[in-house]
């Protein structure tokens, strides 16, 4: 009985370990296999322990070229879809217009819609139009693919503003853009960085709709699923997990932060 009643009260804490676990397995298996030395071209069977790979993560020819378009497109897209996406929840939640809910109803959209669908739209309206397909046409589809993520985030954090801090700053004389530098954006930053992580690692991530639209241009998930079909090198394991580190350390940071500003409020 003593057992049980500990199970009891501990049993939402339990599952949610066990969940997160399940869910960082992965992570913790790219990680351990990026210190493997494989006898032949794919690393699934671990071998020997060696650190030949983290010496030399460029050492894969291209892999680092297509890491830099990966990055380079994923901080562009998250720099476009944070800023439209931002100016749009803040018109869809402060303006009332014609259309307002068929625009919020089509923002929807590219989240519910199958990426493949989304691919091949993409790949035809760049055709019609006769663009050359590559790394400018990706960073479109990436823009306008991460635009939904940002608008929600950014307008839930919009919705939930008390309107009464504003008029009290317009009550101090404070001007439009001052308010809205000072009182406005602070409330809705975290919305603002959610949309934005959140642009990064989907437009990072994404396999589909850049392969449709990506030409000759190969990114860093396409060099990946290539070098699946002729063998795994360590590195891409090793950038893996550096990326899980960096991810992992911002919500540390993020964490740190937060706690700092709630210890000098109270």
Excluded at 62 to 72: K, V, Y
Excluded at 125 to 136: P, R
Excluded at 139 to 152: D, Y
């Amino acid at each position: 009985m003593p057992v049980v009643n500990w199970l009891k009260k501990r049993l939402v804490v339990i599952a949610g370990l066990l969940t997160l676990g399940y869910l960082l397995l992965p992570n913790v298996i790219v990680t351990v296999f990026s210190f493997n030395k494989p006898k032949g071209r794919f690393n699934y069977e671990w071998q020997q322990f060696s650190l030949d790979a983290w010496k030399q993560p460029c050492g894969v020819a291209d892999m680092c070229g297509s890491l830099s378009i990966s990055l380079r497109i994923a901080a562009l897209a998250t720099i476009g879809a944070t800023v439209l996406g931002t100016m749009i929840a803040f018109a869809l939640v402060r303006y009332r217009f014609r259309a307002r809910g068929a625009v919020n109803s089509l923002i929807f959209l590219p989240m519910a819609m199958p990426e493949v669908v989304m691919a091949a739209s993409l790949l035809t309206l760049f055709l019609n139009m006769g663009a050359q397909l590559g790394f400018y046409t990706i960073l479109i589809a990436h823009i306008m693919f991460c635009l939904s993520f940002v608008v929600t985030a950014v307008k839930a954090r919009v919705m939930s503003m008390d309107p009464r801090l504003e008029e009290a700053a317009r009550d101090l004389y404070a001007g439009p853009v001052q308010t809205f530098v000072r009182v406005t954006l602070p409330i809705a930053a975290p919305g603002i960085a959610a949309g934005a992580l959140l642009s990064f690692a989907l437009s990072f991530d994404d396999f589909i709709i850049t392969n449709f639209n990506a030409g000759s241009t190969v990114t860093f998930p396409m060099f990946v699923w290539g070098s699946a079909q002729r063998g795994t090198p360590v590195q891409i394991n090793v950038i893996g997990t550096a990326m899980f580190l960096v991810a992992v350390l911002l919500v540390l940071v993020s964490m740190l932060v937060n706690n700092r500003r709630n210890r000098q409020k109270a």
